[in-house]
């Protein structure tokens, strides 16, 4: 089993935006490449505004994948937390109606994926004998720690519940948009320090999140196998867009590796350097001796 993991995708109103277009790229890589085995799992900013005309291109853009699900009834199927931008004008101005507007957008997304139970700040699926469990860490009922993010205690009390109820799943992946820790000045999640206290004390296997829009890694922290940052998968390191693949085996985490894929170019970039570009689709090796284990250190790996 595999985690496709994306995040801050950013989609806009505007069709011809580059975030539009390399989410194109994603999703038609992902209809093309990806196994029945697969999972995806997007942590937040699917949007960039939390418009109705962002939703409708998000749903449009993944329509491939969307049309897939419903006439294979398996494949692959796709989860995903909010992030702010989901719920706010340029992230901050928060947009009641948003939050209706992404939840809807959710329903149409995630299909085939029956949650244990679903109060909405703590969702989880189980797929193939492992768990996923999405936080709302945009909590619409406490906008007033909005951009940072926030898990409430009613949240907390219910994460620890259904981590129990995990427990015997060889696999259990906690997902979310905002950081558990201290990523920078006014970057950490508001209560960050019971949620990763949490997430110790039931030994979860991998931690997934973005919002930072900087990719890094940590291994083994405090008993936790991985956490994983994403970048915007939307957003070009040279020709590529980035994202991560997560190995899933039978005793849960086995590795993972950063897909890189054509990124979209204007016509006018298109010159005779499309042979190096060719040579993208390689996949770059993630080892445990890339990267430190201390969130605080920052030897970490680092893809951008
Ligand atoms: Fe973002």
């Known amino acids: 089993m595999r985690i496709v993991h994306l995040s801050d995708l950013h989609v806009t109103a505007d069709p011809s935006h580059p975030n539009n277009r390399n989410t194109a790229a994603l999703v038609k890589h992902l209809w093309l490449n990806v196994s029945k085995d697969t999972v995806i799992v997007m942590t937040g900013d699917l949007t960039d505004n939390g418009f109705q005309e962002e939703y409708d291109n998000l749903l449009w853009l993944f329509r491939l994948l969307i049309v897939e699900q419903q006439q294979n009834h398996m ?19 928060f947009d009641v109606d948003a939050v209706g507007r992404f939840r809807k957008a959710y329903n149409e997304l995630v299909l085939n994926i029956t949650p244990i139970e679903n109060p909405w700040g703590v969702r989880c699926s189980i797929v193939s004998g492992c768990a996923f469990i999405g936080i709302d860490t945009a909590d619409p009922e406490d906008e007033e720690w909005f951009a940072d993010g926030y898990i409430s205690p009613k949240q907390l009390d219910y994460l620890n519940t259904v981590l129990k109820a995990c427990s015997e ?48 890694a940590w291994f083994n922290y405090e008993g936790i196998k991985v956490m994983l940052a994403s970048g915007r998968v939307t957003e070009p390191k040279g020709d590529a867009l980035q994202f991560r693949e997560i190995e899933i085996g039978k005793n849960g985490y086995v590795g993972h590796t950063v897909v890189e894929i054509p990124a979209y170019r204007p016509l006018e970039w298109r010159k005779a350097d499309d042979g190096a570009v060719a040579q993208l689709g390689a996949r770059l090796p993630c080892t445990q001796e890339d990267a430190g284990s201390n969130p605080a250190s920052s030897n970490f790996v680092t893809i951008d």
């Open 75 to 93: 494949i692959p199927p796709i989860l995903a937390a909010p992030g702010n931008h989901d719920y706010a004008l340029f992230g901050n101005f």
């Open 169 to 216: 799943q060889r696999c259990v992946v906690v997902y979310f948009h905002h950081h558990p820790f201290f990523r920078g000045l006014g970057q950490e999640l508001i209560n960050a320090d019971k949620l990763m206290q949490l997430l110790i004390e039931h030994q979860v296997d991998i931690v997934l999140f973005g919002h930072k829009h900087r990719s890094e």
